[in-house]
């Protein structure tokens, strides 16, 4: 993953530009609208879209900051046709000793069956590093194969990642491994946990586990705090400690 230890200050054009967000994503999620009763009715002959944009104070991606520690924005679109669907995601990104890697794009693509009492997740995963220097090899696909199952009052499930030429010029094969469960215990409230082991081709192996809770504030805005953790950090700072709050609104 990420090997970068040094931090960036974040300068007061991107303070307000992270505040103006907030703004935009409370006022989007306390004034959308539900359906009518009538348009849930209708059977729908095309596909469902669905919007999202959120805020956060870090960027953490599988236990690693990609924003060294830095406030984040990010916006995505998510498209479902009956069992497939497809997606795009965009975020900001900072990494250390590189001053023009400035944003993260992802595309993903796939299939959610349920079969054997299973939800199953099927996909292809595309990562894309805007203005990257030349020669950093950021970009990199995965392929994913994901389940759940309600148990009770509980959802467990897992994953497992598999890229063939991972992030970075240093990295060839990787796969990533997760178990994770959540669990409702109030209304509005979720408790969720993950548990997983990113293995790479160079000597960076390592595991990871984050803790959190949400709440929803409203039917399309969300308020996550999360408790993020490695066993490796003497890799650098990216791989500490760290919690992280977040604000994501859906419409």
């Not at 990113?198 to 709440?215: I, R």
Request: proline letters at 3%; aromatic letters at 14%.
């Amino acid at each position: 993953m990420r090997k970068r230890n040094n931090t960036k200050a974040s300068g007061s054009n991107d303070a307000l530009f992270g505040g103006a967000c907030l703004a935009a994503i409370i006022a989007l999620g306390l004034c959308s609208t539900p359906a009518k009763a009538q348009d849930a009715a209708e059977e729908k002959s095309g596909p469902d879209i669905a919007f999202n944009a959120a805020v956060a104070t870090d960027y953490v991606f599988r236990g690693v900051s990609q924003t060294e520690s830095d406030p984040a924005i990010s916006a995505g679109v998510d498209v479902t046709q009956g069992l497939f669907y497809a997606g795009a995601w965009a975020g900001n990104v900072a990494f250390a000793g590189d001053g023009d890697t400035d944003a993260e794009i992802d595309l993903y693509a796939g299939v959610r069956p349920e079969f054997g009492g299973f939800n199953w997740d099927f996909g292809v995963v595309s990562y894309f590093y805007t203005s990257q220097p030349d020669g950093a090899d950021y970009d990199y696909v995965e392929l994913k194969a994901a389940t759940s199952r309600a148990v009770g009052p509980a959802t467990l499930g897992a994953a497992v990642y598999w890229s063939p030429d991972f992030f970075g010029a240093s990295e060839d094969e990787a796969t990533y491994a997760e178990i994770n469960g959540a669990i409702s215990p109030a209304d509005k409230w979720t408790i969720s946990a993950a548990l997983g082991r990113q293995w790479v081709s160079s000597d960076f192996d390592y595991t990871t586990w984050n803790l959190g809770a949400a709440y929803q504030l409203t039917d399309h805005l969300a308020l996550d705090v999360r408790y993020f953790d490695t066993d490796e950090h003497d890799f650098g700072a990216v791989y500490d400690s760290r919690a992280v709050a977040s604000l994501k609104a859906t419409f």
